[in-house]
Each structure stands twice: as structure tokens, then as C-alpha cells.
């Protein structure tokens, strides 16, 4: 009776364990379905591709808002971020790009150990980044007038 009992106890577990994959398998393709028209919004251009512009105005549209809400995404922090995604002005997302992008700033998602390990990555080459400027300053911003006491 005891050994039966655990084996029902361990086919629950099984049993929960694959519903929980499941769902998360049909969140993600109806999140896929969701980016893909999203691409069809916001790709002016028609180059399957979006870019800073894009990415902007696709955000103003009410439609784009609706459906990044939905898969629980805060499109307030989204439009604040923009410019962290384009660090210049001329990369584009690809379709792939803007799916990991969405489902990475999901309002559902935790901290991974990932996370911590790419934004340490992020911040360390940023130091070196200002390291490298403080030792060669660009020439425009040397001046040979002397600073004011």
C-alpha cells in the first residue's frame, strides 16, 4: 500500500511537471504568433526587418501596445529602452531578435544567474569603454586653454 502510494505520488509530479511544459510551450507560441504581427505593424519598409524608427512608432501604435501588454510586457520600460537596443542608429531586430527581446522584458520573468552574468559583462565593458576614453581622450576634447580655478 505504501509503495503504491508513492507511485502515485511520483506519476502526479510527472503529470504536473508536463502540463507545466506545455503551457509554457503553447505561451510561447502564441507570443510568436503576437511577434510576428507585430513585425507585420511595425515594418514600414517591408525589409523584414525593424529598426530604431520602426521599433518607436510601433510602439505609439495603440494595437502594438495592446499586444505586448498581453504577453505581459511593460511597454512604458520598453519605450525607455529603446535606445539601449539601437545603440546606433543604424541596427535593425530581426524577427528572432525582437521574439528573445519580448520574451526576455516579460513582466513574468526572474533574475537568472545569465542575467547577472550579462549584465556584469555589460558593465565591465562599459568601464573599459570609459577607462580606454579617460586614457586617450578624443583631440576635440583636449584644449589648450587653461581651466578656470
Known amino acids: 500500500l505504501t509503495i503504491m502510494n508513492m507511485l502515485i505520488g511520483v506519476i502526479c509530479e510527472v503529470v504536473s511537471a508536463v502540463a507545466s511544459t506545455e503551457r509554457e510551450q503553447m505561451k510561447l507560441a502564441e507570443v510568436r504568433e503576437k511577434i510576428k504581427e507585430l513585425m507585420l505593424l511595425g515594418d514600414s519598409d517591408g525589409d523584414e526587418m525593424i529598426s530604431k524608427d520602426e521599433f518607436l512608432n510601433l510602439l505609439a501604435n495603440s494595437k502594438a501596445v495592446a499586444i505586448l501588454t498581453g504577453v505581459g510586457v511593460d511597454v512604458f520600460n520598453l519605450v525607455d529602452f529603446a535606445g539601449f537596443f539601437f545603440d546606433d542608429d543604424d541596427k535593425v531586430l530581426t524577427f528572432a ?5 519580448v ?8 533574475a ?7 549584465l556584469r559583462r555589460f558593465v565591465k565593458e562599459r568601464f573599459m569603454e570609459i577607462e580606454q576614453l579617460l586614457r ?9 586653454e587653461p581651466r578656470p580655478n
Open 97 to 101: 531578435d525582437l521574439m528573445n527581446l
Open 112 to 118: 537568472t544567474v545569465k542575467d547577472v552574468v550579462d
Open 103 to 110: 520574451l526576455d522584458l516579460r513582466g513574468s520573468n526572474t
Open 136 to 144: 586617450d581622450p578624443p583631440h576635440s576634447c583636449m584644449s589648450n
